[in-house]
């Protein structure tokens, strides 16, 4: 019994052993940076960005921020870090960095770039990576990084008319109007679909009241129309096409020979080939 015991024992106890000292055994892991100067760390940082070795970037802004809190290179440490996370695509954490720039420095030389880049990291965030590639429909997507976006976009624009971004970002806003737009009509479409009628009617009209003058006011109309008839409302219906005949007198609806119905001119467009020349791009294909 006591042989049993003393087992017990020298196993207990050869287990504390290597719990208390097992990490000792370990190869300590040196920080190379443990006694560089706040100049060198964002020299390194600043080269890793150029050379997109963005992995580094991150962890050396990162470690320039935290380090030496205060003073011009941390503040561009921070923007630069929001750009490498930007281009290694993580979404939040460009975001985040983005948002604590225009918090800690509100009035700041380069705020317009941090509301900019935010701006840019919602506009493409959640198209993955084919996106870059293949130009995803913005109203077919949901619409809260569109919205953010905009938002961004909109608060550059308002406070900063004359930064070199502004004419970008308000270009942009028209764009994202335009998806928003379109999305109601995506989802007005799917209510008709599917005989909800009055969930189609109200989408409609949100699309018309809140994005005027867009190029989906067309197809809004014509929802409009379509739902007011199979609910009945006549003299609504007939108010609506009068109102579509007076804005679109040549639009796919009162298109003679038409082959499509209505409400299949949704159809998605096969993109046009990318030009040769870049000059010649839309502003929206530079990525």
Same mark, same amino acid.
């Given at each position: 019994?006591?042989?049993?015991?003393?087992?017990?024992?020298?196993?207990?106890? +050869?287990?504390?052993?290597?719990?208390?000292?097992?990490?000792?055994?370990?190869?300590?892991?040196?920080?190379?940076?443990?006694?560089? /100067?706040?100049?060198? +760390?964002?020299?390194?940082?600043?080269?890793? @960005?150029?050379?997109?070795?963005?992995?580094? %970037?991150?962890?050396?802004?990162?470690?320039?921020?935290?380090?030496?809190?205060?003073?011009?290179?941390?503040?561009?440490? +921070?923007?630069?870090?929001?750009?490498?996370?930007?281009?290694?695509?993580?979404?939040?954490?460009?975001?985040?960095?983005?948002?604590?720039?225009?918090?800690? *420095?509100?009035?700041?030389?380069?705020?317009?770039?941090?509301?900019?880049?935010?701006?840019?990291? $919602?506009?493409?965030?959640?198209?993955?990576?084919?996106?870059?590639?293949?130009?995803?429909?913005?109203?077919?997507?949901?619409? &809260?990084?569109?919205?953010?976006?905009?938002?961004?976009?909109?608060?550059?624009?308002?406070?900063?008319?004359?930064?070199? *971004?502004?004419?970008?970002?308000?270009?942009?806003?028209?764009?994202?109007?335009?998806?928003? %737009?379109?999305?109601?009509?995506?989802?007005?479409? *799917?209510? *008709?679909?599917?005989?909800?009628?009055?969930?189609?009617? $109200?989408?409609?009209?949100?699309?018309?009241?809140?994005?005027?003058? /867009?190029?989906? $006011?067309?197809?809004?109309?014509? @929802?409009? %129309?379509?739902?007011?008839?199979?609910?009945?409302?006549?003299?609504?219906?007939?108010?609506?096409?009068?109102? @579509?005949?007076?804005?679109?007198?040549?639009?796919?609806?009162? %298109?003679?020979?038409?082959?499509?119905?209505?409400?299949?001119?949704?159809? &998605?467009?096969?993109?046009?080939?990318?030009?040769?020349?870049?000059?010649?791009?839309?502003?929206?294909?530079?990525?």
């Amino acid at each position: 019994m006591m042989s049993k015991l003393s087992g017990y024992s020298v196993a207990s106890l +050869i287990l504390m052993c290597v719990t208390l000292t097992g990490c000792s055994w370990l190869p300590e892991v040196k920080d190379e940076t443990a006694d560089w /100067t706040a100049e060198r +760390i964002y020299k390194d940082a600043h080269e890793s @960005l150029q050379a997109a070795n963005y992995t580094r %970037a991150i962890k050396l802004f990162d470690t320039l921020e935290s380090r030496f809190p205060y003073g011009r290179l941390a503040q561009q440490a +921070i923007l630069e870090g929001a750009y490498a996370n930007y281009r290694q695509g993580e979404a939040t954490g460009a975001i985040a960095a983005c948002d604590r720039f225009i918090r800690t *420095y509100p009035n700041h030389p380069n705020v317009d770039y941090a509301y900019y880049l935010k701006g840019l990291v $919602n506009f493409r965030e959640d198209q993955g990576l084919l996106g870059y590639v293949v130009e995803s429909d913005l109203s077919e997507r949901d619409p &809260k990084m569109t919205k953010e976006a905009f938002g961004a976009f909109r608060e550059l624009v308002t406070r900063f008319p004359d930064s070199k *971004y502004a004419q970008d970002s308000a270009e942009r806003m028209r764009y994202l109007t335009n998806a928003l %737009a379109g999305y109601e009509v995506h989802v007005a479409r *799917y209510y *008709y679909n599917r005989g909800a009628y009055v969930a189609a009617v $109200n989408r409609a009209q949100a699309a018309l009241v809140n994005y005027p003058k /867009t190029p989906a $006011n067309e197809d809004a109309l014509i @929802l409009l %129309a379509e739902s007011y008839d199979r609910l009945g409302m006549i003299e609504l219906r007939d108010d609506t096409r009068r109102v @579509l005949k007076e804005t679109f007198p040549n639009g796919r609806y009162f %298109a003679a020979g038409a082959t499509k119905p209505w409400w299949k001119f949704w159809g &998605k467009e096969q993109p046009p080939p990318l030009p040769v020349s870049p000059p010649s791009k839309p502003w929206w294909q530079f990525w």
